[in-house]
């Protein structure tokens, strides 16, 4: 199975998974024209060779407008509108409008650089500048979700609808190169699967026109629900929504790296210097079978009927449960009783903790999270005399195993 794995020890921009993703590709110059031709308004794409702690690696350099704009997304409000900018691990931004004080710390380019696009994008013509790329419907697709979730998550932070979410010019086509380059290149290597490791945020504080706030920005924070993160220690925002919106939508699954063969290994380099090298990592090669992380949640109880545990059993299993099992045992006083075992997905067991306490007797249930080895399965559909069957075809570590859907069975049994 062809396995990408992107590794974001120092958080994730748009522009660092591109430079990575760039070099998987192998030619780096010929992502560099493939981009450069899709059509994206005034944006010029330009990786060059960047050097992090020693190590060598590749920078994405976006212009747009004729502006090299940064990565993070500081949000702030201006006669009713909200406002987008995008920015890197380097610079603090002040910016403040209607007659008072601009201040910028930027090292590419000047205050004038700006003034002459304080114009704003609606999410309607992000949509039409996608739209009318020269990319493939899935790009379109994949980069359109993708803005949609940083819209989503402005739209929370500020406590406006989507619709009155207002981009700044330079900052939205910033995004979406980083967006839509993400896509083309990821179409390009074409992973069966996309694994992530858990984001690192950095912490501390950011400043904005309208005060300080927490890292993760409040947008970031929004679009990470769900994903597994933490802190670090590293002070400063290393995760930007673009980065966080794009992995977000394209990881099957978050953890650490399976087992894989690795044939080629990307370094996209962040532009500030810190203590730890800058960059974010991307593997791409042949993984046998699957791995993931699985939370088993365990339970005992003496009081539930035989009908009540088999319909607590169903009520587990439709909700999503990967396995639901029972066990006979002794418990205290010698009573007879029922040991719950309950497979489910790292990021549900507070969900399926609510589900047990609701649908059984139990007051108290035990857990631990536990890694897991799988096979890697498929189904195909075989002809045979008796009409067609469906085969499932279980793939890993050397081994390949292979049984029909027994549904189909009994149904050719009961026909035939």
């Not at 120092?10 to 899709?38: F, H, R």
């Not at 590419?108 to 994008?121: M, S």
């Amino acid at each position: 199975m062809k396995t990408l794995y992107i590794e974001c020890n120092m958080g994730a921009a748009g522009d660092m998974l591109l430079a990575s993703l760039a070099e998987l590709t192998g030619d780096v110059k010929a992502c560099e024209e493939k981009l450069n031709s899709i059509g994206i308004p005034d944006v010029t794409y330009q990786f060059e060779e960047s050097v992090k702690c020693g190590i060598k690696g590749t920078h994405a350099h976006v212009t747009a407008l004729g502006v090299e704009e940064d990565e993070h997304l500081h949000e702030h409000t201006h006669e009713g509108h909200v406002h987008s900018h995008e920015h890197t691990h380097e610079h603090e931004h002040d910016h403040t409008h209607g007659g008072e004080e601009h201040h910028h710390e930027h090292g590419d380019h000047e205050h004038g650089d700006h003034e002459h696009h304080h114009h704003h994008a609606h999410m309607s013509d992000i949509e039409n500048i996608i739209n009318g790329l020269n990319v493939s419907e899935k790009v379109k697709s994949d980069a359109l979700a993708v803005y949609g979730l940083i819209a989503e998550a402005e739209s929370k932070a500020h406590g406006r609808p989507v619709t009155d979410i207002h981009f700044h010019e330079v900052g939205t086509m910033d995004a979406v190169a980083d967006i839509v380059g993400v896509c083309v290149l990821l179409e390009q290597i074409d992973p069966d699967r996309i694994v992530v490791s858990p984001l690192a945020t950095g912490f501390g504080q950011v400043r904005c026109a309208h005060g300080i706030l927490p890292v993760p920005a409040p947008a970031t924070a929004s679009i990470i629900e769900g994903v597994p993160t933490y802190s670090g220690d590293v002070e400063g925002e290393l995760l930007t929504p673009t980065g966080a919106a794009l992995l977000k939508h394209f990881a099957d699954s978050f953890g650490s790296r399976p087992v894989m063969a690795i044939e080629k290994t990307g370094y996209g380099m962040g532009k500030k210097d810190f203590p730890k090298a800058n960059m974010l990592r991307t593997f791409i090669g042949t993984s046998e079978g699957e791995g993931d992380k699985v939370v088993e949640l365990r339970f005992n109880v003496d009081d539930m009927t035989g009908e009540e545990i088999g319909y607590a059993t169903g009520v587990l299993m439709d909700s999503g449960a990967l396995d639901v099992f029972t066990t006979p045992v002794f418990m205290k006083k010698n009573r007879p009783g029922i040991l719950f075992t309950v497979l489910v997905k790292a990021e549900e067991k507070e969900k399926f903790a609510g589900l047990i306490f609701e649908n059984t007797s139990t007051i108290g249930i035990r857990y631990v999270e536990m890694d897991r080895f799988k096979l890697a399965r498929r189904e195909e559909k075989v002809m045979t005399r008796f009409g067609e069957v469906r085969v499932k075809v279980s793939e890993g570590f050397g081994v390949t195993k292979a049984k029909p859907e027994f549904d189909d069975v009994a149904d050719i049994a009961d026909r035939k």
